[in-house]
């Protein structure tokens, strides 16, 4: 148990509300203004991964635009620890030498390091990390379009497909544990399944005519996408495996693209129904589609961000773009040239297509980081939460 004391820091109009008494790290509520970023100094680690250990925590925070670096002596908050033999002990102390967290974590030096920091971002804001996150996103390296992983910072890039036929649309579950995807192995579209841990590969989506684009529930129990089984491709839901199939949308035109509401009762997704491709939303229980306006009259790929309050698309108008809808205000911002937008956990980062690189975006600070490149034409990434 660690004891805590209030604590002013009004050179960075950082708040630290603690309640009285013995507090655990955990316990410590700490508000941060939108507009502010947080003094912090990363001390070199100790141990024979300290090297990697060091390198991927001071990436992961500089990525996350939360903070600022500085030297210890004037960092509101100091970050160190001690990695090797498969575990990282990590701790990080305020500017008065009180510990604010201290936990050990077990696995390869990188995974361990994201964790690290994923718990550092939530500790010192109260807001969920990207560090730990993967993505998938389809590639056309080999000659074919195959489906890829990548750590959330490019690291650990590995092919997952080798089917030497057109796999596309790849969904990756939010606990980044399998990957839904659109396979042409049997000549037509189809969706399969992939199990990450055991590389065990199923068709769970075989219906006459066209199966394709997942999109995972936020719980992973559930998958939306669009098939053609009953002539008009249509959104469906179903279990995970593929089972149990449900017709959401009753229309003329084509719908694709579906994307999960973070509460898991809505779907955002692109139809033609009435002319060149809109956003509609629907409940999961059925009922009738709501379009919603973004003064764009093309526009696909949607994607909810999972603090609900947001929806990243593509945009064509002249070449393709992505823009971002408050779906508070309705006001609409163009944000980069490319397509596929899909958010990372923290509602702030976008990754996306700009076709021969993914790339990460802080959508605040407008920064754009490459994360995969030179692997032909990349497209589709979609991320873990």
């Known amino acids: 148990m660690i004891a805590f004391s209030p604590t002013r820091l009004s050179a960075l109009l950082l708040s630290v509300i603690l309640l009285p008494g013995v507090l655990t790290a955990q316990e410590a509520t700490i508000t941060v203004k939108k507009s502010d970023t947080i003094s912090i100094a990363v001390k070199p680690f100790s141990g024979s991964d300290a090297v990697i250990s060091n390198k991927v925590v001071s990436n992961d925070l500089d990525l996350s635009g939360l903070f600022s670096v ?29 510990v604010v967290l201290q936990k050990t974590y077990t696995g390869d030096a990188r995974s361990a390091a994201h964790k690290f920091s994923d718990d550092i971002v939530e500790t010192l804001t109260g807001q969920h990390g990207i560090a730990a996150s993967k993505f998938a996103f389809v590639s056309t390296r080999t000659g074919a379009k195959e489906i890829y992983l990548s750590d959330y910072d490019g690291a650990n890039q590995r092919q997952i497909t080798q089917e030497r036929a057109i796999s596309v649309a790849p969904a990756i579950s939010p ?8 396979g042409y192995q049997s000549g037509y579209a189809d969706i399969y399944l992939i199990d990450l841990h055991s590389g ?20 992973g129990s559930r998958i939306a996408c669009t098939l053609s089984r009953d002539g008009n491709p ?20 084509v719908e694709s693209s579906p994307s999960w509401s973070p509460d ?3 779907i955002v997704y692109s139809s033609d129904d009435t002319g060149g491709p809109q956003l509609y939303r629907i409940s999961t229980a ?4 709501r379009r919603i306006s973004t003064g764009f009259n093309y526009c696909t790929e949607p994607s909810w961000s999972p603090d609900g309050k947001k929806i990243a698309f593509t945009v064509r108008q002249g070449g393709f773009s992505i823009a971002v809808v408050d779906l508070a205000s309705g006001a609409t911002r163009v944000l980069d040239q490319g397509q596929d937008p899909c958010w990372g956990a923290d509602s702030r980062h976008i990754i996306y297509s700009d076709g021969s690189t993914i790339m990460l975006m802080d959508t605040i600070k407008g920064r754009k980081t490459p994360v995969a490149s030179g692997l032909g ?6 991320w873990s939460r």
Do not use: C, H
């Open 175 to 182: 606990d980044a544990s399998r990957i839904a995807y659109t």
């Open 70 to 98: 500085g030297i210890p002596e004037r960092a509101s908050f100091s970050i160190g620890g001690s990695a090797g033999g498969g575990s990282l002990q990590g701790v990080v102390t305020d500017n008065r030498g009180g």
């Open 200 to 219: 065990a590969r199923s068709p769970i989506m075989k219906f006459p005519g066209t199966n394709s684009g997942a999109s995972f529930s936020p719980d």
């Open 286 to 289: 059925g009922g009738a589609p």
């Open 234 to 253: 249509e959104l469906y839901i179903a279990a995970a495996n593929g089972s149990g199939a449900r017709r959401l949308t009753r229309s003329r035109g």
């Open 377 to 382: 034409k990349v497209s589709e990434p979609s």
């Open 264 to 266: 898991g009762t809505e």
